[in-house]
């Protein structure tokens, strides 16, 4: 949709945030008017939201008792955090918007994460995700693109559902990328459609996916980054510190672990910083305490000859086999390597 076209700028190292043509800041919305809702549509605070290509209806705010709910076919824009930490709403279907015939609305920043009874995400057009949009709704099970995807699903989207199971996306017309820790730590996450219009899967996209095994990578699809697909060691209630070191000035502390209290070669920094506690690292990946109760499945990506993800496979002895469409290959080249 032209109206919702985003510019991602993207680098190795990670993804800035997905920027809009055409749509200012908060700052371009009329006089923060409500907009006179339909009866069926009174739990929705919906505003205007003035833009160089014309007005678009924003939802702001949800005021209704949860259940299965529809979005409203005039909302164009699900604004930030217009749902957040919502507990009432089980399920939440996107129609395709009244002013756009082919799309579903735009989704922002943080717009339903924390909803933590939210099971079930059907988009019936094509949307696109701003990051953290789905982050930490924790009993979310199934998300379903029927008509594509038009910009990206951005850094975190779903990021820490815990309980979603499967991913179906639409090919759509428009390409787009699935950004860094777009699905990281979903850890019952058994199946996803990656579609030919995916352009691009940057670092962190799947990591710590336990129950992924096995995933087709169209051919033009381009892995960018580390640690798309794999886990990463797990630490329990036996780690134990071995170092602490407290920077008073940054009010920073940085303790080191080992894992399972043996020197196992491996160690990780967990940081404090301004009171917040911040993620465990070891080198190059994320690591999350207390996930030990899944138990990682190995990998295995399904590719196309000579492309980017048989490339990528190979160098970071990720499991991979040939897609029946590929050309002709050597016997070894058939073998599924690790």
Known sequence: MKLKKMIAG??????????LTGIPTESGFADGMAI????????????????????????????????????PAKVDWI????????????????????????DSAYVDEDAFAGCINLKKVVFEGNTSINASAFES????????????????IDEDAFAWCERLKTVKIASGTNNFIIGEGAFRCCYSLKSVTIPKTCSEIYSYAFLNCYSLQAVTI??????????IFGYCVMFDSKD????????????????????????????????????????????????????????????????????????????NSIKYTYAASSATTSSSDKKTRK
């Open 10 to 19: 993207l680098t190795s190292a990670a993804i800035a945030a997905c920027l």
């Open 36 to 71: 006179e809702a339909s009866a069926a549509a009174k739990d929705f605070v919906i505003e205007e939201m003035e833009t160089d290509d014309g007005t678009l209806n924003v939802l702001v705010d949800y005021k209704g008792k949860g259940g299965d709910i529809t979005i």
């Open 79 to 102: 604004g930030e955090e217009a749902f957040e930490d919502n507990t009432s709403v089980r399920s939440v279907t996107f129609p395709v918007t009244e002013k756009f015939p082919t």
């Open 137 to 152: 709704c924790m009993n979310l099970e199934s998300v379903t693109f029927k008509g594509g995807i038009t910009d990206c």
């Open 218 to 227: 169209p051919s033009k699809t381009k892995l960018i980054g580390e640690n």
């Open 240 to 315: 134990k510190a071995v170092k602490t070191i407290e920077d008073d000035d940054d009010d920073v502390s940085m303790t080191t672990f080992t894992a399972d209290g043996k020197k196992s070669g491996y160690s990780i920094t967990y940081s404090t910083v301004d009171g917040n506690d911040y993620e465990y690292h070891y080198p190059g990946n994320s690591l999350y305490v207390g996930a030990k109760k899944y138990t990682p499945k190995q990998i295995t990506l399904t590719v196309t000859k000579g492309s980017s993800a048989e490339k990528w496979a190979k160098k």
